[in-house]
């Protein structure tokens, strides 16, 4: 028996990837580089900075610091006009009833996701309180894959990780689960979730493990 469930957001409980695509893809336009959905789809779940170098890495010139920091706030602006128009509309199918099942079966529930803006879309969402603790993207060190998240939200959800179960849209969060020792659900294409320990194709088909 699992004693908590940490569920990631962009892509598992609304779909946001569309929002981040249209505000990337403006400034990649803006620099002349080149970027499509397909290059799209290898930023799911890689945190902002890490989603800007990986879309200059094709630019023909260098960016410095400050000009990295200006793109990524221009783009974030872009982003949050982008989201201010949200509501509980954009909840992907599922959503709610796994979260009131967790909730049914006495799991903690915790939020991990990367996003500087989760607080805002669960907000626009209106599922903030369905969460016992949400992992506040600004005090992590380290991005997924990097286990560091998903270990915080579990200590701050005071159970031990081999008691958790995390749920995942992206290569970068199941790899991220599963260095941090939990169960991990992956939601989308088996093919490209591999190491995930089941694959779903979204939260309808969710069953606490
Ligand atoms: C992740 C998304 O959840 O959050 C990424 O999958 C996004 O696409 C990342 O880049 C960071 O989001 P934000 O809102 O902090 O720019
Ligand atoms: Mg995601």
Redesign the pocket.
């Known amino acids: 028996r699992y004693a908590a469930v940490i569920f990631?957001?962009?892509?598992v409980i609304t779909d946001?990837?569309r929002y981040?695509y249209l505000a990337w893809k403006r400034l990649a336009d803006g620099e002349g580089v080149h970027f499509d959905e397909a290059a799209n789809e290898h930023?799911?779940?890689?945190?902002?900075m890490g989603?800007l170098e990986l879309i200059l890495a094709s630019a023909t010139r260098a960016y410095s610091d400050a000009e990295k920091l200006a793109l990524a706030t221009e783009k974030?602006e872009h982003?949050k006009e982008l989201i201010a128009t949200m509501s509980p509309a954009d909840l992907l199918p599922g959503a709610v009833a796994a979260l009131d099942t967790c909730r049914a079966a006495g799991l903690k529930i915790g939020l991990a996701?990367?996003?500087?803006?989760?607080f805002t879309v669960l907000d626009r969402l209106g599922i903030t309180d369905k969460f016992d603790y949400i992992v506040d993207?600004g005090t992590i060190a380290k991005g997924k894959p990097d286990p560091e998240i998903f270990l915080k939200a579990a200590r701050e959800l005071g159970v031990a990780p081999g008691d958790c179960f995390g749920v995942e849209d992206?290569v970068a969060g199941v790899a991220s689960i599963k260095s941090a020792g939990m169960y991990a659900i992956g939601v989308g294409d088996p093919a490209v979730l591999t190491e995930a320990d089941q694959v779903i194709p979204d939260l309808a088909a969710f069953r606490i493990p």
């Open positions: 990631d957001l962009d892509g946001t990837a981040h930023l799911k779940g890689i945190d902002r989603s974030n982003y996701s990367v996003s500087r803006n989760a993207a992206a």
